[in-house]
């Protein structure tokens, strides 16, 4: 588990956790969640994921034919587009490092953050952007050849306030 200085993870992968943990178990509750985490080794409090909950977008859904409800998180559907907010969101706070080869964008990320970023860009319609590859903590994204990569890593690190 990467842990920052201070002996703690960081919130990017506590949040990738809550998420891991979401699709591979029922939850029911917060309280059941600070319980999972800590199985993980993930000590937080329930205030702690509360927020983690909204900030990754889970919500309480009822399971067909039972009557409970989950926390699962909700997914845009594929040809809709995310505001623009929601990108700048994302980027300035999972992209770490953004650099470029040619029509290739390599954005650096926290381990195991890579597919939110791609996932945000992929449903941004950023112009200029062909599609990405996400890894485990890098995100390869493809330029236009009319927008080229160093143009896109521009405006991929403006927008990420870099």
Do not use: C, F
Request: aromatic content about 2%.
């Amino acid at each position: 588990m990467t842990e920052s200085p201070n002996g703690r993870i960081s919130k990017a992968r506590r949040q990738h956790i809550v998420a891991r943990l979401l699709g591979e178990y029922e939850v029911t509750s917060q309280e059941q969640l600070v319980e999972l985490l800590a199985t993980e080794g993930v000590p937080a409090t329930q205030a702690t994921v509360s927020r983690d909950l909204e900030e990754v977008g889970a919500v309480k859904v009822r399971v067909p034919g039972v009557e409970r409800q989950v926390y699962a998180i909700a997914e845009l559907p594929r040809d809709q587009v995310a505001p623009a907010d929601h990108l700048r969101r994302v980027l300035g706070e999972w992209v770490v490092e953004v650099a470029s080869s040619l029509n290739i964008v390599v954005l650096r990320t926290p381990p195991g953050s890579a597919h939110v970023v791609a996932s945000a860009l992929d449903r941004s319609g950023l112009e200029g952007a062909v599609g990405t590859v996400a890894g485990d903590d890098t995100v390869l994204v493809i330029a236009t050849e009319e927008m080229g990569g160093d143009a896109l890593a521009r405006q991929l690190a403006e927008i990420a306030g870099q």
